[in-house]
């Protein structure tokens, strides 16, 4: 029997609208998106608890590269909206 996917895994997988790689990482993350991001899509990065560590404005690009060495270790969560059709879609990391 397979096992499905529950909780926060179910809708990151269901929701694939970016990678984020390396994961684990320590000092960068990349993001490619699977479509044209909007021109005017907004990044979250968030702590476990949900508190906004940074916001990212992008001007659009099928690749993204953060900084994330100034993070402490811990699992993190990435939330990209698109600023056209206010869509969110979300990813994880950790850092280690």
Known sequence: MSEMP???????????K???S?????EMINLSFNEIPSPDQRIFILDI???????IKTSGGQQLQIEVS????????????????F??????????
Not at 72 to 81: L, Q
């Open 18 to 20: 970016f990678q984020i």
């Open 49 to 55: 608890q949900g508190n906004l560590i940074r916001e």
């Open 70 to 85: 100034d993070l402490n270790t811990g699992i993190y969560f990435v939330k990209v909206e698109d600023g056209q059709s």
């Open 87 to 96: 869509k969110a879609v979300s990813g994880k990391f950790v850092i280690h």
């Open 6 to 16: 529950t909780g926060l895994q179910a809708a990151i997988s269901q929701n694939s």
């Open 22 to 26: 390396p994961n684990p990482a320590s």
